[in-house]
């Protein structure tokens, strides 16, 4: 049964981090291509981060570049997001997902559940 589980989410100041964790079972992690994606009320889902199976491919939108940096270590079947320097606009629920397609892409195979990131201004 594949799994998704994503931790690491809270409440933070503006200006503050967060390191997001997603721990993944029940596929092939190393050769799948990942990524994080976040959704505010009354939003679109959007991609934050992506990076391919291999980590030395990565995809950041302008809304966080230079902000959030996405890595994985495939020993440990584990996704992560290091978010710095956060904004209230950053407030989301994020959500991890598993590719075997396009990195840079809203089509997935595989979905966690979510962990809610609230910055407070």
């Known amino acids: 049964q594949v799994q998704l589980v994503e931790s690491g989410g809270g409440l933070v100041q503006a200006g503050g981090s967060l390191r997001l964790s997603c721990a993944a079972s029940g596929f092939s992690f190393s050769t799948y291509n990942m990524g994080w994606f976040r959704q505010a009320p009354g939003e679109n889902r959007e991609l934050v981060a992506g990076i391919g199976y291999s980590g030395r491919q990565f995809y950041y939108p302008d809304s966080v570049r230079g902000r959030f940096t996405i890595d994985r270590d495939n020993a440990k079947n584990t996704l992560y997001l290091q978010m710095n320097t956060l904004k209230p606009e950053d407030t989301a629920i994020y959500y991890c997902?598993?590719?075997?397609?396009?990195?840079?892409?809203?089509?997935?195979?595989?979905w966690g559940r979510g962990t809610q990131v609230t910055v407070s201004s």
């Open positions: 997902a598993a590719t075997r397609g396009d990195y840079v892409s809203m089509y997935y195979d595989y």
